[in-house]
């Protein structure tokens, strides 16, 4: 106990330290495994170990838990002294709350601020530490630099990386505001961490001068549900049967509002159904994504309304045929629960609804709900582009697309647009997915090139090999550093390994193409070749769609540099293809390159209408 005042008492407390263990700790509380947060966040720090400045990724699946990695590796780097972390979002009010919810109720210290609290003349930005949310925005980037001027040290963290911040200008010479903007804000002396689901964009755009040999892989966690649920390679008609959700395809021409009122039923009826069968009760939403046209998202909240309405209102002269169809509908999906009861829940809970416009004209928004973390049981979330980044949907138990893409795919686009992905495995099961068929098949390939993609990523080579095809683009054309990238490489390699020389006869054997593949994939392990790219091959076999060769191995060229030869490695790349290669219809095609050390790496190529795509840099 002190008598008297003492400032000494109070000014030599030190700032709150191992903030990075207590977000850990606080994952762990509520049962969350933070092993894959840990891995991202000691990349990242390794990475930005020494004095140069430093520009890489972190990438993740879509829905992976992105959100509490930044969290904590904020955390982290407050320990490690950083006092300047400015964290970008895209330009939407509704993310930029989410994530700001989620920083604050995280405990951090300092609290994370809106980029407008700090530009009060009364905050000093010169002392103290700080963590600053700014949209991607013309007018909030300059009113920060202008507030914070020239700080040493600046760590920039970009959410949805690949949005808005790559330089579209960068084959004329010139910058994007955005980017010319982000690029003053880090400064000489900052560092970048891009942080994304889709990192094509960045790597074939050389923004801020990612080095793709620094990129740091976030893996999801195990309770994540995504790619591999969702969009399985074997996808026929008896894979479609064995898929973990629920998937109606439709006929690409499907404007009749038919469609949309059952999967708003059948969503109905998921939701009566987990409620009645589990002692909490939830609220659930179902996403229903249009076209990005406004007028699209006012005809679709009318009807939505309509319905409702409808099955309010016992005299209406269509609430018999409605009821009779939810009815139906119960019967013929759970035996558990009979039709009954859950159309009695229905009807009981129907006024327990909200519906909400999202990206689109005030006049048509509800306020009075909340689109990501549904407030009415039954909550109806009406979009186009803003629901395709970013936000996270918590209880999205339907997503419903009502319109086919009439023009090429952008892959970046459609990957992020997979708003189910997440941690849905406690309800996936009722979970729902109601899509045209062409833009289910483009999807599908979408997540196929993105699996092979991320696979030449993780091979440790560097330079990650993106591809596409007449219909599916890997990234926006305007976005490609035309001085650096190969459009038509045309080939992929993967982990170095021993030379085995039994792969040769493996070559030579009189084998299946199927069996061919499954020996040399057992031999070489999924490091040297990876599993996905052996279920792209047999898959495209088993379909009979496209041959294999496999060639006998060969030596390093002569032209070829000693660091070449050592890393396998050759700028104009290594698989020749001729006319009689491709004889019977072949199209997969596998080759071992090998140099004096005895080491060998594995070289594919898909000589069909995809292009592939790297940048040589």
């Not at 909340?370 to 407030?375: C, D, F, G, M």
């Not at 209880?395 to 708003?419: G, H, P």
């Not at 057992?522 to 490091?527: F, Q």
């Not at 060969?554 to 293809?577: C, H, N, V, W, Y």
């Amino acid at each position: 106990m002190f008598d008297t005042f003492d400032i000494s008492r109070f000014t030599a407390g030190e700032r709150p330290n191992n903030q990075y263990q207590t977000q850990l700790q606080r994952l762990r509380d509520v049962g969350n495994s933070t092993e894959c947060i840990e891995l991202a966040v000691q990349g990242a720090l390794k990475n930005l170990s020494g004095s140069s400045q430093k520009s890489f990724v972190i990438y993740g699946e879509p829905q992976s838990g992105k959100t509490e990695m930044m969290i904590c590796l904020t955390a982290k780097l407050l320990d490690e002294g950083y006092r300047f972390i400015v964290h970008l979002l895209n330009d939407s009010v509704d993310l930029l709350g989410q994530n700001l919810g989620r920083f604050h109720s995280s405990g951090l210290a300092p609290s994370a601020q809106n980029f407008m609290e700090i530009v009060d003349p009364a905050i000093d930005v010169r002392v103290g530490t700080f963590v600053v949310f700014c949209k991607k925005n013309g007018n909030n980037l300059r009113d920060l630099i202008n507030k914070i001027g020239k700080m040493d040290k600046i760590v920039v963290i970009d959410d949805e990386a690949d949005y808005a911040t790559p330089n579209s200008l960068v084959n004329k010479k010139d910058k994007t505001p955005i980017n010319e903007l982000i690029e003053r804000l880090i400064g000489k002396t900052g560092h970048y961490i891009g942080v994304t689901a889709t990192p094509a964009r960045l790597n074939l755009n050389n923004t801020f001068n990612n080095d793709s040999k620094m990129w740091v892989k976030f893996p999801p966690h195990r309770m994540y549900t995504g790619q591999d649920d969702f969009f399985p390679m074997n996808i026929d008609e008896i894979g479609i049967k064995s898929l973990k959700y629920k998937l109606f395809l439709m006929s690409d021409k499907n404007d009749d509002f038919r469609h949309e009122r059952a999967a708003l039923f059948r969503f109905m009826i998921n939701v009566a159904h987990l409620n009645m069968t589990h002692k909490e009760e939830k609220n659930y939403s179902i996403l229903i994504h249009t076209s990005g046209k406004k007028i699209d998202h006012k005809a679709d909240l009318e009807n939505i309304r309509k319905v409702f309405s409808v099955l309010s209102d016992e005299n209406n002269r269509s609430f018999a045929q409605y009821l009779e169809q939810i009815w139906t509908l119960a019967k013929s999906t759970y035996v558990d629960v009979s039709a009954d009861e859950i159309t009695r829940y229905v009807l009981q809970n129907i006024s327990r609804r909200a519906v909400i416009v999202l990206n689109s004209e005030a006049a048509f928004k509800n306020f009075g709900g909340s689109a990501t973390n549904p407030s009415a049981l039954f909550t109806v979330v009406i979009g186009g582009n803003i629901v395709s980044r970013g936000v996270t949907f918590n209880n999205l138990l339907s997503m419903f697309f009502t319109r086919d893409v009439k023009n090429k795919l952008q892959q970046d686009t459609y990957i992020q647009r997979a708003r189910m992905f997440g941690s849905r495995g406690s309800y996936l099961a009722h979970f729902e997915l109601t899509i045209p068929i062409s833009l289910y098949a483009d999807w599908h390939r979408c997540f196929v090139y993105h699996r092979l993609a991320l696979a030449s990523i993780d091979s440790g080579l560097g330079a990650p090999v993106w591809i596409a095809d007449p219909r599916i683009a890997a990234v926006a054309s305007a976005s490609v550093d035309n001085s650096t990238v190969d459009l038509d490489r045309g080939e992929m390699s993967f982990a170095i390994f021993d030379f085995l020389p039994e792969l040769d006869d493996i070559a030579s054997a009189p084998l299946s193409p199927a069996d061919k593949v499954n020996l040399i994939a057992d031999k070489l392990g999924d490091a040297a070749f990876p599993r996905y790219l052996r279920e792209f091959i047999l898959h495209s076999l088993s379909r009979g769609t496209a041959g294999l060769k496999v060639f006998q191995s060969a030596g390093m060229f002569p032209s070829m540099t000693e660091q070449e030869k050592m890393d396998i490695q050759r700028r104009q790349g290594f698989l020749t293809i001729r006319d009689a290669d491709r004889a019977g219809n072949t199209a997969h095609f596998l080759r071992v390159f090998r140099n004096d050390l005895g080491k060998a790496r594995l070289f594919y190529k898909f000589d069909g209408s995809v292009q592939f795509i790297k940048n040589l840099k």
